[in-house]
């Protein structure tokens, strides 16, 4: 394991806001807290300088982790039950690997739209969306009425899922 000061600032830094939005994706504090230090851990085996947006990649494995435990449960419940029962729920549940392919496309066009924004609609949106902070915090940091940060946000997202409905 590399001793990486920047997987370690990130993690002070934003550790409140990671458990915030593991707790938005996984509707639990205390399992909240698990996914952030087994995101970590699993971030600070990589090499922090080669990754271009740490924090959105950070969130994107906490997401991760958040929808394996929950397969995971949901597999351990169906243990017991009757193979055929059993069956309809997996098939159900799977998402199969040209969606999982298709799904990061598009995520990674979303996430291009949001990078040609103008710096401030892009600034608001990555605080609102990947750091969790609230629209009164925003406009407090970029300078600006919360209305305003409350319209960039609105019309980037916009953007993003006019976007994600082209591709779909």
């Given at each position: 394991m590399n001793s990486?000061?920047?997987?370690?600032r990130l993690y002070?830094?934003?550790r409140e806001a990671l458990i915030s939005y593991a707790g938005?994706?996984?509707g639990d504090k205390g399992l909240a807290e698990d996914l952030v230090h087994d995101a970590?851990?699993?971030f600070h085996r990589q090499d922090a300088a080669e990754i271009s947006s740490p924090l959105s990649y950070l969130k994107t494995i906490i997401r991760n982790l958040s929808?394996?435990?929950r397969r995971r449960s949901i597999f351990e419940k169906t243990t017991d039950a009757p193979f055929e029962e059993t069956m309809e729920h997996v098939e159900a549940?799977?998402?199969?690997?040209?969606r999982?392919?298709?799904?990061?496309?598009?995520m990674g066009k979303v996430m291009d739209a949001i990078d040609a924004m103008p710096e401030r609609q892009k600034a608001a949106i990555r605080m609102y969306h990947f750091d969790g902070m609230k629209l009164r915090e925003i406009a407090q940091e970029l300078d600006?009425?919360?209305g305003l940060a409350h319209k960039l946000i609105s019309d980037g997202m916009k953007i993003c899922i006019r976007i994600r409905k082209e591709e779909q």
């Open positions: 990486d000061p920047l997987s370690h002070e830094t934003h938005r994706v996984c970590w851990l699993l929808f394996d435990r549940s799977s998402v199969s690997p040209e999982d392919v298709a799904a990061r496309q598009i600006i009425s919360i």
